[in-house]
């Protein structure tokens, strides 16, 4: 613990004390096993931070153990600051959610106040983590009732209608049980272990899936391809991961999902909007998202692209990014991705097809219902679950008999879709699979964003080398595995706690953004507004012109001109979210140019998936 300029090793006392004969028989001087703890806390502290230098290196500061951490700097100061000042006004706007982005990942990875401890693999406590998470997943089952009651055709009783394919609790409940997976990977330290590897980077490749399929329905249902939209998507996805880079002082890169999930968004946005007018023709489609595929994978896999993009980003705006390690997550998920998409389009398709109704809309409008059509998918729908039951075994045997992950990682992105697809047709294949779900699983689901990022901070520490540890509970417990064993419960109530606060106020700081006016109780957005309500300039009156000659200053002693002004530039940045976004690009870009340090590349960044550059050579 350092005090001032001083180093004082309180951890040589409680060498002593678990010691029952610390001393050598002459009572002055420590025996050998005391004196090489005492030793090594020495040498930790000066090694890993002056020669391994923690502090000038920053980022990654993987070190669990005397690390000499560096003082906040101006730029976090100054977020710091503007947080407390801001937050009493935050309040004021909105009581009904005060919640806000704190220092909690700084105050636990960035100074000395908590412990932090190694992690090693052990199977039992990754099979027991990964029973009780089933357990909680099958209590919590429970009936999807949305909608309303609907009569049969045969029967005057009344039912609750079946949920679609991949319904929002589906893929909520979906996200959620993969998110507890992955969160369960990184805690354990099984990122060494190839076969858990394997399962953890089909997982992600879901969520890409579920990208693809999720947002392809939604451009066709809603149609809607503005930049408000556009927008909200990426601040949602992005906001959390930006403010942490800064605040945490690390790089973007760093907290992967949310740029990777943001490339793949912009990638099917343009894929579905361009040429939309023709988006009824399925033929044009599957050309289209075919040329799509083409080239965003020549895009990826062309050396000397995505080089000279992060080398302007590096000169214009001081942003260092690893291109060798972005290229390769991306060439892992190349594929996945464009299954998702057809996949939506074939949901669209069929779905419209096979509606009762002639005379409901229809997204391909020249396609007719026959009952051929349903019969063809009654029949496809039996094959299709017998080899959804074999795939995932054959799946695995293929994958356990790759003997490196080069060798898995090389063949993995065509052929993640198979168990991906097989484990759509068995979670829907009848009525009752589709109707129930699992409410804790979908709460996770609906925080994965939340729950994936701040992991890094939270529940692991170090920048994921090391686990975090109160301490406090080892003598209440007996002993140091009944302490991590109520850590870990502790913890993690307040790590789902903190990621769901996190998430409403993200939520609502994106609305902020997208519409500084949403969220208001004043607002009516059913009542008639003017010119002047909607910030559109208006002719001026003689009477206006007279007032404002006759009254010449405002009684604070500004001016009136200046006051119009200050009132036109409130009014710019409130009703252009143009300005917005210029505006927030712009003090990214300052913050980088101003404070941003280049990350120290030479030794491996940790990732949550166990999956980088680095694990190319096998290991």
Same mark, same amino acid.
């Given at each position: 613990?350092? %005090?001032?300029?001083?180093?004082?090793?309180?951890?040589?006392?409680?060498?002593?004390?678990?010691?029952? /004969?610390p001393?050598q028989?002459?009572?002055?001087?420590?025996?050998?096993?005391?004196?090489s703890?005492?030793?090594?806390?020495?040498?930790?502290?000066?090694?890993n /931070?002056?020669?391994?230098g923690?502090?000038?290196?920053?980022?990654?500061?993987?070190?669990t153990c005397?690390n000499?951490?560096?003082?906040?700097?101006?730029?976090?100061?100054?977020?710091?600051?503007a947080?407390i000042?801001?937050?009493?006004i935050?309040?004021?706007?909105?009581?009904?959610d005060?919640?806000?982005?704190?220092?909690?990942?700084?105050?636990?990875?960035?100074?000395?106040?908590?412990?932090? +401890?190694?992690? *090693?693999?052990?199977t039992?406590?990754?099979?027991?983590?990964?029973v009780?998470?089933?357990?909680? &997943?099958?209590?919590?089952?429970?009936?999807s009732?949305?909608g309303?009651?609907?009569k049969?055709?045969?029967?005057?009783?009344?039912?609750v209608?079946d949920?679609?394919y991949?319904?929002r609790?589906?893929t909520?409940?979906?996200?959620?049980?993969?998110?507890i997976?992955?969160?369960?990977?990184?805690?354990?330290?099984?990122?060494?272990?190839l076969?858990?590897y394997?399962?953890?980077?089909?997982?992600?490749? $879901?969520?890409?899936? @579920?990208? &693809?399929? &999720?947002?392809?329905?939604?451009?066709y249902?809603k149609?809607?391809?503005?930049?408000?939209?556009?927008?909200? +998507?990426?601040i949602?996805?992005?906001? @959390?991961?930006?403010?942490?880079?800064?605040?945490?002082?690390?790089?973007?890169?760093?907290?992967?999902?949310?740029?990777?999930?943001?490339f793949?968004?912009?990638?099917i946005?343009?894929?579905i909007?361009?040429?939309?007018?023709?988006?009824?023709?399925?033929?044009f489609?599957?050309?289209k998202t075919? %040329?799509?595929?083409?080239?965003?994978n /020549? @895009?990826?896999?062309?050396?000397?692209?995505?080089?000279?993009l992060?080398?302007?980003?590096?000169?214009?705006?001081?942003?260092?990014?690893?291109?060798?390690?972005?290229?390769?997550?991306?060439q892992?998920? $190349?594929?996945?991705?464009?299954?998702?998409?057809?996949?939506?389009?074939?949901?669209?398709?069929?779905?419209d097809?096979?509606?009762?109704?002639?005379?409901?809309?229809?997204v391909?409008?020249?396609?007719?219902?026959?009952s051929?059509?349903?019969?063809?998918?009654?029949e496809?729908r039996?094959?299709?679950?017998?080899?959804?039951?074999?795939?995932?075994?054959?799946y695995?045997l293929?994958?356990?008999?790759?003997?490196?992950?080069?060798?898995?990682?090389t063949?993995?992105? &065509?052929i $993640?879709?198979?168990?991906?697809?097989a484990f759509?047709?068995?979670?829907?294949?009848?009525?009752?699979a589709?109707?129930?779900?699992?409410?804790?699983?979908?709460?996770v689901?609906?925080?994965s964003l939340?729950?994936f990022t701040l *992991?890094?901070?939270?529940?692991?520490?170090a920048?994921?080398?090391?686990?975090?540890a109160?301490?406090?509970?080892?003598?209440?417990?007996?002993?140091?595995?009944?302490?991590r064993?109520?850590?870990?419960v502790?913890?993690?109530?307040?790590?789902?706690?903190?990621?769901w606060?996190v998430?409403t106020?993200? *939520?609502?700081?994106t609305?902020?953004?997208?519409?500084?006016?949403?969220?208001?109780?004043?607002?009516?957005i059913d009542?008639n507004?003017?010119?002047?309500?909607?910030?559109?300039?208006?002719?001026?009156?003689?009477?206006?012109?007279?007032?404002g000659h006759n009254?010449?200053?405002?009684?604070?002693?500004v001016?009136?001109?200046?006051?119009?002004?200050?009132s036109?530039?409130?009014?710019?940045?409130?009703?252009?979210?143009?300005?917005?976004?210029?505006? %927030?690009?712009g003090?990214?870009?300052l913050?980088n140019?101003?404070?941003?340090?280049?990350?120290?590349f030479?030794?491996e +960044?940790?990732?949550?998936?166990?999956f980088?550059?680095?694990?190319?050579?096998?290991?």
């Amino acid at each position: 613990m350092a %005090i001032g300029n001083v180093t004082v090793p309180w951890i040589f006392s409680s060498t002593t004390a678990l010691d029952p /004969a610390p001393y050598q028989t002459d009572r002055l001087h420590f025996d050998e096993t005391a004196a090489s703890q005492m030793s090594d806390v020495l040498l930790n502290l000066r090694c890993n /931070a002056v020669v391994r230098g923690a502090s000038v290196k920053g980022y990654p500061m993987d070190k669990t153990c005397c690390n000499s951490y560096d003082q906040p700097s101006w730029t976090q100061a100054a977020i710091l600051n503007a947080s407390i000042f801001l937050s009493p006004i935050l309040v004021l706007i909105t009581s009904r959610d005060s919640n806000r982005l704190t220092f909690l990942p700084r105050r636990i990875n960035r100074i000395q106040l908590f412990n932090k +401890v190694q992690k *090693q693999y052990n199977t039992t406590e990754f099979s027991l983590l990964f029973v009780f998470t089933l357990k909680l &997943g099958v209590l919590s089952i429970r009936h999807s009732t949305t909608g309303p009651l609907q009569k049969t055709p045969h029967s005057s009783i009344q039912q609750v209608p079946d949920e679609p394919y991949l319904s929002r609790h589906q893929t909520d409940e979906w996200k959620g049980w993969m998110q507890i997976i992955i969160l369960i990977y990184p805690y354990t330290g099984a990122s060494k272990v190839l076969w858990v590897y394997e399962i953890i980077r089909l997982l992600v490749a $879901s969520y890409i899936f @579920l990208s &693809g399929f &999720g947002h392809t329905i939604s451009f066709y249902r809603k149609a809607d391809y503005s930049l408000r939209r556009c927008a909200a +998507v990426l601040i949602r996805l992005n906001l @959390l991961s930006c403010v942490l880079l800064y605040v945490m002082k690390t790089n973007y890169l760093f907290y992967y999902f949310a740029p990777l999930i943001s490339f793949w968004y912009m990638v099917i946005y343009l894929t579905i909007a361009i040429g939309r007018s023709r988006n009824e023709s399925i033929n044009f489609l599957l050309a289209k998202t075919l %040329i799509s595929g083409v080239g965003v994978n /020549a @895009l990826i896999r062309t050396p000397g692209l995505f080089e000279a993009l992060f080398y302007f980003l590096e000169k214009t705006c001081n942003i260092h990014w690893d291109v060798s390690e972005w290229r390769f997550r991306l060439q892992l998920d $190349s594929y996945i991705v464009y299954a998702g998409i057809l996949c939506g389009i074939a949901f669209v398709y069929l779905s419209d097809a096979l509606r009762s109704d002639p005379h409901e809309y229809k997204v391909f409008g020249r396609f007719r219902v026959h009952s051929s059509v349903q019969r063809v998918v009654r029949e496809i729908r039996i094959v299709s679950v017998v080899l959804a039951v074999a795939t995932p075994f054959l799946y695995f045997l293929f994958a356990r008999a790759s003997p490196k992950k080069f060798v898995y990682n090389t063949f993995f992105p &065509g052929i $993640s879709w198979m168990p991906i697809l097989a484990f759509v047709i068995l979670r829907n294949v009848n009525r009752h699979a589709r109707n129930f779900y699992s409410s804790i699983f979908a709460w996770v689901g609906r925080h994965s964003l939340e729950t994936f990022t701040l *992991q890094f901070h939270i529940w692991l520490v170090a920048d994921t080398k090391g686990l975090l540890a109160l301490g406090v509970f080892e003598p209440m417990t007996g002993g140091a595995n009944g302490g991590r064993i109520v850590d870990f419960v502790v913890l993690s109530i307040i790590f789902l706690w903190v990621c769901w606060h996190v998430a409403t106020a993200t *939520q609502t700081l994106t609305n902020w953004i997208i519409d500084p006016s949403e969220g208001r109780e004043d607002v009516r957005i059913d009542e008639n507004v003017n010119a002047e309500a909607e910030g559109l300039p208006r002719t001026r009156s003689n009477e206006d012109v007279r007032e404002g000659h006759n009254q010449g200053r405002a009684a604070n002693g500004v001016s009136v001109g200046a006051m119009r002004s200050a009132s036109l530039l409130k009014k710019l940045v409130a009703g252009d979210l143009r300005v917005r976004l210029a505006l %927030i690009v712009g003090v990214m870009w300052l913050l980088n140019v101003v404070s941003r340090q280049k990350a120290d590349f030479s030794s491996e +960044v940790y990732s949550l998936t166990g999956f980088s550059k680095h694990t190319l050579d096998g290991t």
